[in-house]
């Protein structure tokens, strides 16, 4: 199981940004993704989950509204749309995958990636977002 982020930059507070996960090396459509952030100084969290198995997504309050997580099935990748980005926004964005496990939600699904990933030492390098004017 592979994924590799990307499409960080430096956005001005409003501003938009579309990152990318390409995964590999596993059966796509069988697999939950997770969009995660770690703040200068902060904890790790999770901030969007998407199930490629049943299309169910889940969001955080604070991204609510302004974030869209998409899959592009052709291409392998997941999406993290960011729109109406604030500077506590900043952070490095990663993603991560692990199978879809059956009646659990969304929300909880992202909490065992991030467990499984923290457990084993997986994230990748992640991918820098700044918001600043």
């Known amino acids: 199981v592979q994924v590799v982020e990307s499409g960080g930059g430096l956005v001005q507070p409003g501003g938009s940004l579309r990152l990318s996960c390409a995964a590999s090396?596993?059966?796509?459509?069988?697999?939950?993704i997770g969009w995660f952030r770690q703040a200068p100084g902060k904890e790790r969290e999770g901030i969007s989950c998407l199930s490629n198995s049943d299309g169910s997504t889940y969001y955080v309050d604070s991204v609510k509204g302004r974030f869209t997580i998409s899959s592009d099935y052709a291409k392998n990748t997941v999406y993290l749309q960011m729109n109406s980005l604030k500077p506590e926004d900043t952070a490095v964005y990663y993603c991560a995958a692990d199978i879809h496990r059956m009646g659990i939600p969304t929300a909880q699904a992202m909490g065992v990636i991030q467990s499984i990933y923290e457990g084993m030492h997986k994230w990748g390098k992640g991918t820098l977002v700044t918001v600043s004017s």
């Open positions: 090396g596993f059966r796509f459509a069988d697999y939950d």
